[in-house]
């Protein structure tokens, strides 16, 4: 069976426009949105997310995958259409938007570099949908999240970020929304992008997230928990070899 992952990331030869752009922000005020290379919005739900962001007044980088055209909320291993066939960004985002937010946000086709971009001092929330890798590079790096969550074990993961390790904020997604095809709406985008990014509760979640990121850089460091145990494993696998 194949399944479309869409096309491979570009070779890593230069220092990213991305980081350059990131350079230029105050710290810990850019949002960063993207839903992994499993995830592809509908063309709605891709609509709401950029008058979102908009609303927001936050800055952003928001990498955008074309988007597949139905009435789902979005598809998983799936690709839209891919601009290779000659779709520019513009072509599924609001009219205007890349003008009016040019100085606010950064829009990027398919692919950017996450580590790279969580990593930054600028970057102060994402917008995830809650993989495995993508909490942990979160966590590791104290970026606080707006959970987003689709398929298999990403609800889990988001209840875990959100009830357990409060250092996120769940989107609230319902049959009752746009069309009733579970759309979440440009509000609700706003509301919990200002909640991380602007109002006091956001202050709570990043204490906690930073906390979590010094317990995590020490279980990662030499004496560290995950340190010995992996030191562990190598030590029998010599043996046994």
Known sequence: ??????????????????????????????????????GTLSAKQTIELAYGLELSQQRFVWVVRPPVENDASGSYLTIGNDDRGGNIISDYLPDGFLSRTH????VVPTWA???????????????????WNSS???????????????????????????????????????????????????????????????????????????ELKHSAHEALSEGGTSYCSLSQVAKDCEIRL
């Open 103 to 106: 100085n606010v946000g950064l």
């Open 113 to 131: 570099s996450q580590t790279e971009i969580l990593g930054h001092a600028s970057v102060g929330g994402c917008i995830s949908n809650c993989g």
């Open 1 to 38: 069976m194949a399944i479309p992952v869409g096309p491979p990331p570009p070779p890593v030869t230069q220092r990213s426009h991305v980081l350059d752009w990131l350079d230029l922000q105050r710290t810990e005020t850019v949002v960063y949105v993207s839903f992994g290379s499993g």
């Open 136 to 210: 942990m590079e979160s966590i590791v790096n104290g970026v606080p999240m707006v959970a987003w969550p689709f398929y298999a074990d990403q609800k889990m993961n988001a209840t875990m970020l959100t009830e357990e390790f409060g250092v996120a904020v769940r989107l609230k997604v319902s049959s009752s929304s746009i069309d009733g095809g579970g759309v979440v709406g440009r509000e609700e985008i706003k509301t919990m992008v200002r909640r991380i990014m602007v109002d006091k509760e956001g202050d709570s979640i990043r204490t906690r997230v930073k």
